[in-house]
Each structure stands twice: as structure tokens, then as C-alpha cells.
């Protein structure tokens, strides 16, 4: 049994607000541990064109026995595929590779502020969109400025923008600005890859609640509201960050993990990532 609550996107789209990441997880190994996640009672599988698994991804959405409408699954375009017929071929791609009927969630991967002009970009999305083979579209790693522009020309709002937050990068600007214009944050690399589970800070509000580390920090996004999907390929750990829903952190908590902000990016910055 799942207590995972859904957000409602823009659009009327849900979307669990807990889910399983697949960067990192080589092809081989990515049919099981998707399969693990599902077993565990995970319901959103966030992939991308670049993990270079989608194929195993859709494999075991398939193999899981699970109705498709059950499944959250999300993808992204291809840093390679911004002009406006790759990426309506690119998707493609990805329909083909997971193969499920449908595509719940399609985002732009990376803005690339110095190569190409991701307003064009959007409109192949805003195509995809229409056609209603991605349910909703979105995208990632866009700072306030980059969301402003596409604004400028956009007929579809996306629905989300994946950015990289952690409690070293609690990223108040970029989802204020989300919440100001009905765009969900999603949060990658939600345990910073492991880099905050030795905080002392944060170990201490685990002994207080009797968890572990990465529970208090994945809970801590829950609690401000954003979507998140760890990855793990072990299984005592897939069951560890999914096991989120019988326990609170109080306000207190929440506040003494917000401030160790320091604004440390694990991944690239997006305002000088060019491809
Ligand atoms: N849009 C983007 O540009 C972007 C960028 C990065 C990530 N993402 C998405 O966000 C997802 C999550 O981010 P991420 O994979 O970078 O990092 P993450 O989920 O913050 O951390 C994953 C790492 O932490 C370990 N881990 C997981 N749970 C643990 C636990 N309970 N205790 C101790 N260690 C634990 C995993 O090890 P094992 O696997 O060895 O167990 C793995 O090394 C990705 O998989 C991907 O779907 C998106």
C-alpha cells in the first residue's frame, strides 16, 4: 500500500510526488532496479533520452504487470536535439524505445543559454504536447531568466522545472519563481548523491526522529512541497527512501535544514553548461 500523495500539475496532470531516479544505472542493471522500485510500490519513473535506458525503463514498466495508467513515467529530450525537427524526432525516440503508449512527461533536459534558442526548442514540446502523446511537458535545469524568456513566446506553461536541490542548494530563488507561475519543482540529486548524509545537522534531527539520514533529508523536501526521486540501485535502500510517509519533521527541523544552504551545486550550472 502506497500513501504517496500526488501534486496536481498545471494542467490537471498528476504526478506521485514521490518517485525513482535512473541517472547512473547502466542499461543492464536498470530492468531490475525499476523492477525493485515498482515492487517497492513506486509509481513515477523519472528517465531521460542522455541515461541511455529507456528501453530497460519501459521494459519493466511493461514486465511489472502494473496498468499503465498507474505508472508516472517521464523523459527527457536529448542536449543534441534542440532544433526544432530533432526534437520532434527525438521524441520519437523515446516513444519507440519505452514503448508504453504514452509518455506522461516530457522535459526539456538542459537550457544551453549559449548554443541554440530552446524557444524553438519549446515549440516542437508545445507540438508533442498537443498531440497528446506527453501528457504534460516541462522543463529543466532553467534558471529565472531562461523561464522568463520562453514565458515571452510560450502557449503552453510548463508544467515543471527539474532543478538540482539539496539542503546545500535549497534553490529559493528558481522555485519561487516556479510557484509564482504555477511551474512544480522537481528536485534532483535530492541527497546530493549521498553528500549530505553526513551532515551533523541533519544527523541529528534523524536521531531525534529515530530515521536515517537520507529519510530526514527526502522528507524534508516532501514537506516543503517539491517532487523528488532518488535513485539507488540497492534494494535496502529503495525501501528506505520510499518509507517517508510515517513520520513529520516540525517546523524547527525543517528550518535548521534550510539554513544549511550554501548554494553547492553537486552537478553542472546551468547558466555556463552549453553541451
Ligand atoms: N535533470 C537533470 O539534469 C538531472 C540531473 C541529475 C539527476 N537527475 C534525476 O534525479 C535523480 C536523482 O538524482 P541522483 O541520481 O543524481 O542522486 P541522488 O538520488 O541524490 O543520490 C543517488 C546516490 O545516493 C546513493 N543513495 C541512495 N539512497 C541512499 C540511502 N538511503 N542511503 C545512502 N545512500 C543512498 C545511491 O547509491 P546506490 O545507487 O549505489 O545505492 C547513489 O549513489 C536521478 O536519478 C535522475 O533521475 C536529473
Known sequence: MSAVPD???NNGVRIPQLGFGTFQIPPEQTREATLAALETGYRHIDTAQMYGNEKEVGQAVRDSGLDRAD???????????HAYDDALRAFDGT????DLGHLDLFLIHWPLPGRGDFTETWKAMEEIYRSGRAKAVGVSNFQPPHLRRLLESAQVVPAVNQIEVHPYLTQDAVRAFGAEHEI???AWSPIAQGK????PVIAAVAERVGRSTAQVTLRWHLQRGDIV??????RERVEENFALFDFALTEGDMAEISAL???ERTGLDPDHFNG
Do not use: C, I
Open 261 to 263: 544552504n550554501r548554494d
Open 184 to 186: 512544480a519543482t522537481e
Open 95 to 98: 516513444m519507440d524505445a519505452l
Open 229 to 234: 526521486f532518488p535513485k539507488s540501485v540497492t
Open 196 to 199: 549530505v548524509l553526513g551532515d
Open 71 to 81: 505508472v508516472f513515467v517521464t523523459s527527457k529530450l536529448d542536449n543534441g536535439a
Open 7 to 9: 501534486v496536481t500539475l
